[in-house]
C-alpha cells in the first residue's frame, strides 16, 4: 500500500512537471518576445540568490552576466540608444542568467523529471511553430524550429529514458542527417554524428587530466583547424562531382558556390560573421549599442549574400539592424570587446566542466556541446538562443551536480 501511494505520488509529479514545461514553452509577445519559462524564471530566481547560498558556478554566471549588463548600458551612454532598445539590451543578460538559476535548481528533482519537464517545451514548441508559424517556419519549418526540437526529442528519449542502444541511435542521427540536407539545413545536419563521435570517444577513455583542465584557447585552435579542414574536404567533394545528382538541383547549386567560394563553405554561408567583424574593428571598445543599427552594413551584407549564392539577385530592404549572426560578435558589435571576453569566460567554464564529465555524461550534452560552440560562433543571440542556451546550461550543471552528489555517498 505504501509503495503503490508512493508511485501515485511519483506519477502525479510527473504529470505536473510536464504540464509545467508545456507551459514554460510557449513564446509570448511582450516588448519583444519572451518565454513563458523566463518570466517565471525571474519572478523566482531572486529566492535562490536570497535564502540560499550559491555555488562557486552559480557565482560566475552571476558576475559574468552583471558585467555583461553593466558594459551594455555604458555602450548605450555613448551610441545616445533609445531608452527602449537599451532596456531589452541590457536586461537580456539578467533574463538569461535567471533561467540558469531557476533552473538549475528547480531541476534538481532526478533524471525522469528532466527529462519530462524537457519533452514539454519540446512539444509545445511544435505544436506553436505548427499552429502559428513566423514567417521563416513559413519558408522551410525544419530550418526554422523543427529540426531542431525533433533533435532534441531524440537526444532526451536516449539520453534519460531510454539508456544504451547505440544502434539504434546512430540510426536515428543518419535519418535526421538525410531530412536535414534534403531540406537545406546543413550545419545541423552533421551535428547529432558529430556529438555521437565525441560520445563513443569519451565512453571508451578515461578522461586525462589535462582535458578537465582545458582551456578555452586550447579549444580554439582545434576549432580553428576543424573549420579550416571542413572547407578544405567541401571544396573538393563538390569540385570532385561525387555529390552530382545526390542533393536537389537548388540546393546543390547553393552549397557549390559557398564550397568553391573564396572563404569556404562555412564563412560564405555564414557571411554575417564578416559583417559583424567588419563592424566590431569600427567601434571595439563600446560598441555601437543595444539592437546596433547602420543601413552601411546591411548593404554590405546584401552584396555578399549575392555573391556566395544566398540570394538569386540584389534587393533592397527596410531592415537596419546590423547583421550579428553570432553570440560573441553580436556582443562584441552590441558593447565591443568585452562581449567577446564575456562569452570566452562563459564557454572556458563550460567546457571546463565538459571535459571534466565527459566519459559520464549521456548524449544529449555531446550533441549540446557541439551546438553551443557553432552558436556561440554561427547564431544571432535572440529570444529562442537566450531561452535555448541558458536552458541547456542549466540542465548541464544540473546534471553534473547529481554526478558530485552520487560521488559523495561513497565517500
Request: proline letters at 2%; aromatic letters at 18%.
Amino acid at each position: 500500500m505504501v509503495k503503490k501511494m508512493y508511485n501515485d505520488k511519483n506519477s502525479l509529479q510527473h504529470i505536473f512537471i510536464f504540464i509545467f514545461g508545456l507551459i514554460c514553452g510557449l513564446k509570448l509577445t511582450l516588448f519583444g518576445e519572451i518565454y513563458v519559462g523566463e518570466i517565471v524564471a525571474i519572478i523566482f530566481s531572486p529566492l535562490y540568490l536570497i535564502f540560499r547560498k550559491i555555488s562557486k558556478n552559480e557565482l560566475y554566471f552571476l558576475l559574468a552576466c552583471f558585467l555583461w549588463s553593466i558594459c551594455q548600458i555604458l555602450s548605450d551612454i555613448v551610441n545616445n540608444t533609445n531608452f527602449q532598445d537599451s532596456l531589452k539590451g541590457t536586461l537580456t543578460p539578467l533574463v538569461f542568467l535567471a533561467t540558469i538559476l531557476f533552473y538549475f535548481n528547480f531541476l534538481k528533482k532526478g533524471e525522469k523529471s528532466l527529462a519530462l519537464f524537457l519533452l514539454g517545451i519540446c512539444f509545445i514548441s511544435i505544436i506553436q511553430m505548427l499552429v502559428l508559424p513566423s514567417d521563416y517556419q513559413k519558408i522551410n519549418i525544419w530550418k526554422f524550429g523543427l529540426g531542431l526540437m525533433t533533435l532534441n526529442v531524440i537526444l532526451i528519449y536516449f539520453s534519460f529514458l531510454s539508456k544504451g542502444n547505440k544502434l539504434n541511435l546512430f540510426i536515428a542521427f543518419l535519418i535526421f542527417l538525410i531530412v536535414s540536407m534534403v531540406n537545406d539545413y546543413r550545419s545541423m545536419a552533421f551535428f547529432p554524428i558529430l556529438g555521437y563521435l565525441l560520445y563513443n570517444f569519451f565512453q571508451k577513455r578515461q578522461v586525462n587530466l589535462a582535458l578537465s583542465k582545458f582551456t578555452i584557447i586550447k579549444i580554439i585552435i582545434p576549432l580553428v583547424v576543424s573549420v579550416i579542414l571542413i572547407n578544405f574536404i567541401a571544396a573538393k567533394m563538390f569540385e570532385s562531382g561525387y555529390l552530382n545528382g545526390v542533393l536537389p538541383s537548388e540546393v546543390d547549386q547553393k552549397f557549390r558556390s559557398q564550397a568553391t567560394s573564396d572563404v569556404g563553405l562555412i564563412l560564405a554561408g555564414r557571411s554575417e560573421s564578416l559583417i559583424s567583424l567588419r563592424a566590431f574593428m569600427d567601434a571595439p571598445f563600446f560598441g555601437h549599442g543595444s539592437w546596433a543599427k547602420d543601413y552601411r552594413y546591411v548593404d554590405e551584407y546584401i552584396l555578399l549574400r549575392f555573391k556566395y549564392g544566398l540570394s538569386n539577385e540584389i534587393v533592397e530592404t527596410d531592415k537596419e539592424l546590423i547583421p550579428t549572426h553570432s553570440y560573441i560578435m553580436g556582443s562584441a558589435v552590441w558593447y565591443g570587446f568585452m562581449g567577446i571576453l564575456i562569452w570566452l569566460f562563459i564557454t572556458n567554464l563550460v567546457l571546463k566542466n565538459y571535459f571534466r564529465y565527459a566519459t559520464k555524461l549521456p548524449i544529449y550534452f555531446h550533441v549540446g556541446i557541439i551546438l553551443f560552440l557553432w552558436n556561440l560562433l554561427f547564431s544571432p543571440f535572440g529570444a529562442d538562443a537566450r531561452w535555448n542556451t541558458g536552458l541547456f546550461f542549466a540542465v548541464f550543471f544540473v546534471f553534473i551536480w547529481h554526478q558530485k552528489e552520487h560521488a559523495n555517498k561513497y565517500y
